[in-house]
């Protein structure tokens, strides 16, 4: 994961946090949701994200999403592992697994600077 990328995953992840400190589950669903869709390509990333959504389930009572994101946490590892996930997924159990879904322009603006970052480290191998 590119440093940019990275700084704006994390981002969202301390926003989401942040929120759920204050028990406003809501905007804390959202933003993890948006980490979600910056994270979903990297293993790691991808399931600290579903394991947040899993704890919003479990403080809101919500079983559709414990049982949804205790599907999307192992589904999500081994997607992310083989590059295999659908583009702008946000990643919570109201949305379909294999759903792609358009991807807001900020955070477009750090995935497509996360893939030429990529590109070029592949291209100096």
Known sequence: MDKDLKAAFEK??????????????KDAFHHFERAHVLGQFFVL???RSHIWMFFIGIRTGDFNEIKGQL???????????LGK????????????????????????????????????EQQKS
């Not at 969202?12 to 589950?25: I, P």
């Not at 159990?93 to 030429?116: F, V, W, Y």
């Open 85 to 120: 996930v659908p583009l702008g997924n946000t990643g919570g159990a109201n949305i379909k697994l294999s759903t792609t879904l358009p991807i807001p322009d900020d955070l477009k603006e750090h995935l497509d600077a996360g893939r030429d970052a990529t590109e070029n």
């Open 12 to 25: 969202e992840m301390k926003l989401g946090k942040k929120f759920f400190a204050k028990a406003e589950y």
């Open 71 to 81: 599907i999307r946490i192992p589904l999500g590892m081994i997607g992310s592992a």
């Open 45 to 47: 990333p991808h399931v």
